[in-house]
């Protein structure tokens, strides 16, 4: 892992989110399937997270899907009548590989990969490439947005209106993306302080997009190999409020949650640290914004670059 590496992954984002978009347009991904009555997701860690948030979108739309750890000893057995889509960038998770061989010849099996030859891909009847390149600095963030925007078109083609806008997505991510990266300077210092904290930091989002919190945590955690946790911005008032008491608590908020304002009304009694991202927020200790930050697939797409970049200033000066 290459901090310096890292960062070139993510200032990369822009380009590869812009191509990707031009290949859904041109239909270059084979998002044909067969026919099945339920949808398998499985994957590991970046790969998990995007697979929670397609599978939530699919069953709202009353599609019977589930995402599952790959590593689970509980997953539904084999059935033809199972589409599985397995999820790995390297195609070569060791978890994903097994669990997709125990499919693999009874149910059909869809690869979301970037290595359209490696183990997982010989497994599966289709394969779906992510188009995100090598990220030379060792860590999922490229891979991670295209893995989401892949599933996001595999689900619109599972059922229609689940990510209708997702190529327009695709593009004004990769502008607010670049936005977020060109103006760095204006806001990533004063961010990258606040969320500081002696004791780490926590990210929370709304349940449609907790693959958000659960990524921007992970980066943190990742390269910089700081404390930081994800949660969900309802659960939130009833599993993490407790730290507010006792810790400095630094909380960098994907707003959009209903349940919010009891969020904010604990934080502002206690004193903790909020920075948000994609709106202002009444409370909170600064604001990011971006281009498209109402749109909910652009959300998904963009959001998580303000964490990615406190992780690469803090891991270069670690």
Known sequence: MDPAGYLADVERIPDTLAALADALDDGFLPLEVPAHDR???????????????????????????????????????????TLVVAVSASGRSAE??????????????????????GPLAELADGVLPLLA???????????????????LALAERLSPGVAPALTAGCRTAAAATAHLLHTRNDWLPEVADRLDGPQGSWVVAPARRLASAQQSALMLREGPRRPAQACETGDWS?????????????????????????????VAERGST??????????????????????????????????ELVAARWWAGS
């Open 39 to 81: 949808v398998l997701l499985l994957g590991m860690g970046s790969s998990a997270y995007a697979a929670g948030v397609v599978a939530a979108r699919l069953r709202h739309a009353g599609v019977a899907a589930v995402a599952e750890l790959a590593s689970s000893d509980l997953l539904p057995p084999p059935d033809p009548r």
């Open 96 to 117: 994903t590989l097994v669990a997709t061989a125990s499919h693999a010849g009874v149910a059909p099996v869809v690869a979301v990969t970037e290595d359209p030859a």
């Open 133 to 151: 390149g090598p990220e030379d600095g060792g860590v999922a963030c490229r891979s991670y947005r295209h893995a989401l925007a892949v599933l």
């Open 238 to 266: 009833h599993v993490d409020v407790y730290l507010t008491k006792t810790l400095d608590y630094r909380m960098l908020l994907l707003p959009g949650s209903a349940y919010q304002p009891e969020l904010m009304r604990w």
């Open 274 to 307: 909020v920075v948000t991202v994609g709106a202002d927020v009444e409370g909170a200790a600064a604001a990011v914004r971006y281009p498209g930050d109402d749109v909910d697939d652009v959300r998904l797409l963009t959001e998580t670059t303000v964490a």
